[in-house]
């Protein structure tokens, strides 16, 4: 295992729900990844993120793990539930909510 895949596994499993995304939440520097974010601000559950322009080693290789070609991806409690269509539409069929409520409260 690559010092790579290791720091990517470990970013995963550092908190429940992480983004890859293209810049920061503050700065975002694409379009789906800015509306990811503020998907994730607007429900008020913590998220941590990797800014992958700052990481091209990640932006290469996560892909590859992953099986998921774009960014930004989303885990969470470790599993990949997609970019940034699949996220907006979990959230506006209702879906994403539950997801997060119950990826917290299994952890308590």
């Given at each position: 295992m690559t010092n790579t895949t290791e720091k990517i596994q470990s970013e995963i499993?550092?908190?429940k729900i992480v983004i890859f995304m293209k810049g920061t939440p503050d700065f975002p520097q694409c379009g789906f990844s800015a509306?990811?974010?503020?998907?994730f601000k607007?429900?008020?559950?913590?998220?941590?993120?990797v800014d992958i322009l700052a990481h091209p080693d990640i932006r290469a290789l996560l892909p590859q793990i992953s099986n998921w070609p774009t960014f930004p991806q989303v885990f969470v409690k470790g599993k990949l539930i997609g970019g940034c269509d699949i996220v907006s539409e979990m959230h506006s069929e209702g879906q994403l909510k539950p997801l997060l409520?119950?990826?917290?409260k299994d952890s308590k």
């Open positions: 499993r550092a908190d509306k990811t974010v503020e998907i607007s429900l008020g559950f913590p998220f941590h993120t409520e119950s990826a917290f």
